[in-house]
């Protein structure tokens, strides 16, 4: 029987693979700690990862922002629809018991930070919908300066605004 010692679990890393694993348990858990079980992975490791890279933070936020919405969904289903509660004993058994009231503390707890990544997203969104249009005027305004510039110099059309080929004013 081969015994792996803890110096080379250390230098047998997991490659990047991990990360999509660890984002998806988060998504469906909104807890880091199973999250990286889930991964395989030590918890260290992503907190590690969320300081140095920015992209992975932001999937990481993305990630708990889903979960969040999802637990969101869960509870309203709960309490719209209720829960099984005791009676029948083979039901009682197979049902699965929740903390509402830890769900609400956790929805509370993170609900600010919920909110400030939707909002960095919604402006993300916006400064992006802002660039798309300012793109297709500055895109419009080339075509009528070029449009603008071969009609005067074809001399054939009057260009509004603008003096006629003979050098007189144009015609109102």
Not at 126 to 139: R, T, V, Y
Not at 141 to 166: F, K, N
Request: with cysteine; proline share 3%.
């Amino acid at each position: 029987m081969v015994k792996k010692s803890a110096a080379g679990a250390a230098r047998r890393r997991p490659g990047p693979q991990w990360r999509k694993g660890f984002l998806d348990a988060l998504a469906q858990t909104s807890n880091v700690a199973a999250a990286a079980r889930r991964a395989k992975v030590d918890v260290s490791m992503p907190y590690r990862l969320r300081r140095q890279d920015p992209e992975f933070a932001a999937a990481w936020f993305d990630a708990l922002c889903e979960g969040y919405d999802n637990l969101e969904m869960d509870l309203l289903h709960r309490l719209r629809v209720g829960e099984l509660e005791g009676g029948d004993k083979a039901k009682a058994r197979a049902k699965r018991k929740f903390d509402n009231g830890t769900a609400f503390r956790l929805l509370a707890a993170h609900r600010e930070t919920v909110k400030r990544q939707r909002a960095i997203r919604e402006i993300e969104d916006e400064e992006a919908i802002f660039a798309s249009i300012n793109a297709k005027l500055d895109a419009m305004q080339a075509r009528e300066q070029t449009i603008t510039a071969l009609v005067e110099e074809d001399g054939v059309y009057r260009v509004s605004g603008g003096e006629q080929p003979d050098g007189s004013e144009p015609l109102s």
